[in-house]
């Protein structure tokens, strides 16, 4: 029986999402606010605020003013990012990207676009181009290997969050991801495990522990799964969580039972 695509289709309903930091490949560190995770509603409501559509005019204006400059398109696309301008933030940057091939931050800011936009092998080519063997960026190797996932490769994937993990020990966002891989192939366990790992660094993004409170209720444990999503949160927070995550987990009974040898497919996190 086919069930892990219905477990895929699942994954992709409840936006858990695998990203790095819009300065992928440059000088910036990864966001807190763009780390792998679920987020309720109200979350993403607040993250999509003024601010951002404010920087999204302000670049755009620069970007207009002079559409050859590097720097303009990145800061431009990366508004369009933040904003949820998926498609828009692809065009800008793959056009960029053509007339400079050869600036890593640009093609590592394109690559994360273009998984954003679902175009995961493209996603994955240009992030290979975005850094060195000589010289890896454990956030490229870290979106790459959700790339693979996507594709449905899942051990390679698991490779390369192995070498980002020889780069940055422990690091929660990177720990996301590989919990995430392992329920795409329906190792539930694996996929706790890795997520308690991520959930323990002081420096875990809420989205981490929206993804572990996840996989508890997953396996049927929804009284952990509450005490987990809601955890160090203010009232209102905590409520719009749970609330969230049972809806999440509603509608996970109405799909088949994932049985433990789950066949292996195409993720279709968002």
């Known amino acids: 029986m086919r069930q892990q695509p219905c477990l895929a289709r699942f994954l992709g309903s ?30 993403e409501a607040r993250a999509e605020a003024d601010p951002r559509r404010a920087a999204v005019d302000a670049y755009g204006e620069q970007y207009r003013a002079n559409p050859k400059n590097a720097e303009a398109a990145l800061k431009y696309g990366q508004a369009l990012r933040a904003s949820g301008q998926r498609a828009q933030a692809v065009a800008v940057l793959e056009q960029a990207s053509l007339a400079h091939p050869g600036n890593k931050a640009l093609l590592a800011v394109y690559g994360r676009a273009l998984a954003d936009n679902g175009n995961f092998q493209m996603a994955f080519d240009v992030l290979g181009r975005a850094h060195t063997p000589q010289n890896p960026d454990w956030r490229i190797l870290s979106v790459q290997g959700t790339a693979l996932d996507q594709l449905g490769r899942h051990e390679q994937a698991r490779n390369y969050y192995a070498s980002a993990l020889k780069i940055a020990p422990d690091e929660p966002s990177i720990l996301s991801n590989l919990g995430l891989s392992f329920v795409l192939t329906g190792d539930l366990q694996k996929a706790e495990t890795t997520l308690r790992r991520a959930y323990a660094r002081p420096n875990a993004d809420a989205r981490v522990r929206q993804n572990l409170g996840l996989v508890v209720g997953l396996q049927g444990r929804f009284a952990e799964a509450e005490s987990i999503v809601k955890a160090d949160l203010p009232a209102d927070e905590a409520a719009a969580n749970v609330a969230y995550l049972k809806q999440m987990l509603n509608g996970r009974q109405q799909q088949p039972k994932l049985g433990a040898q789950a066949e292996p497919a195409a993720a279709t996190r968002s």
């Open 14 to 43: 409840v936006a858990i999402v695998a990203v790095v930091s819009a300065g992928l490949g440059g000088c910036q560190t990864a966001s807190l606010s763009d780390v792998t995770g679920s987020l309720s509603p109200r979350a």
